[in-house]
């Protein structure tokens, strides 16, 4: 194990949110978790999260003073996640999905699990970031996946990657610790689902509407038209003919 400053480097674990929750009360405040591999990494929905060694980055933010809405971890989580990868590749056209992936067009490119243990005040933010992957390993992934090597052509340092994330997520753990009004609409702004009608598995339920809402909880609110849903999980299906990319493209160069 190695440890510069906040970041902390295993080689292999199961999953990086699982060590961090287990050695919780050891780890710093603002600690980032990393790891080369992860042997049971955990997506959302009890999924599991596709981690082969020395290819991606996968790592588990430590929130010790999580505030009082554990829905702006996961927004502070994601934002750190999207600046890092403008910075890496400011030409590619990042946007965030509903709750908090982060896409490139139509293929998820990241994600973010944040997990708490009960009794214990803190929350844990896993980011798991497709770095270096080729498309042979894309394609074994059940849903449209892409890398920013696929995106870019260019093979990256995981390790710079993991100490620009460090940076941006201490930046808006901070920003949520002083500003939590600014964190929510910095968040709500960069959704680019709003005003676009989509489709939310719930896990027992699929619900249809446009969305006309993002509210501070991380809820989503849908309108078919005559009624509101409130949403707070769930899956949002990408429609080709209900997504307006050029409306994405518009707001990401102005
Ligand atoms: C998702 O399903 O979109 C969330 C994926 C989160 C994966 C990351 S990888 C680092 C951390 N450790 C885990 O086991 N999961 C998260």
């Known amino acids: 194990m190695r440890?510069?400053?906040?970041?902390?480097?295993?080689?292999?674990?199961?999953?990086?949110?699982?060590?961090?929750?287990?050695?919780?009360?050891e780890l710093p405040d603002a600690a980032l978790?990393?790891?080369s591999e992860q042997t049971a990494g955990r997506g959302r929905h009890?999924?599991?999260?596709?981690?082969?060694?020395?290819?991606?980055?996968?790592?588990?933010?430590?929130?010790?003073?999580p505030g009082s809405n554990p829905a702006m971890?996961?927004?502070a989580a994601s934002l750190g996640a999207l600046d890092t990868f403008r910075k890496f590749a400011p030409e590619i056209g990042f946007w965030l999905k509903w709750p908090n992936d982060i896409f490139v067009g139509e293929c998820k490119i990241a994600g973010?699990?944040?997990?708490?243990?009960?009794?214990?005040?803190?929350i844990v933010a896993g980011?798991?970031?497709n770095i270096n992957m080729p498309s042979a390993l894309l394609q074994k992934i059940d849903q449209p996946a892409t890398s920013l090597l696929q995106e870019t052509g260019v093979k990256l340092n995981v390790k710079k990657f993991a100490?620009?994330?460090?940076?941006?997520?201490?930046?808006?753990y901070i920003t949520y610790s002083i500003s939590p009004e600014q964190l929510f609409e910095h968040w709500r702004n960069e959704n680019m689902l709003l005003g676009q009608t989509v489709e939310v598995f719930t896990g027992s339920d699929t619900v249809k509407g446009t969305v006309c809402d993002i509210g501070r909880n991380?809820?989503?609110i849908l309108s078919d038209g005559v009624n509101k849903k409130t949403l707070y999980s769930g899956d949002i299906k990408i429609n080709k003919n209900s997504i307006d990319f050029d409306l994405i493209k518009r707001k990401l160069n102005s």
């Open 33 to 35: 978790v990393a790891a």
């Open 73 to 75: 971890s996961s927004m």
């Open 46 to 65: 009890g999924r599991c999260w596709v981690s082969p060694p020395n290819t991606n980055l996968y790592a588990s933010f430590v929130m010790k003073r």
């Open 218 to 220: 991380g809820e989503l």
């Open 127 to 129: 980011i798991g970031a």
């Open 163 to 172: 100490n620009q994330l460090a940076l941006k997520l201490i930046e808006y």
């Open 112 to 122: 973010i699990l944040c997990e708490a243990r009960t009794g214990q005040s803190g």
């Open 3 to 25: 440890i510069d400053e906040n970041l902390i480097w295993l080689e292999s674990v199961d999953s990086t949110n699982r060590y961090a929750l287990e050695n919780f009360n």
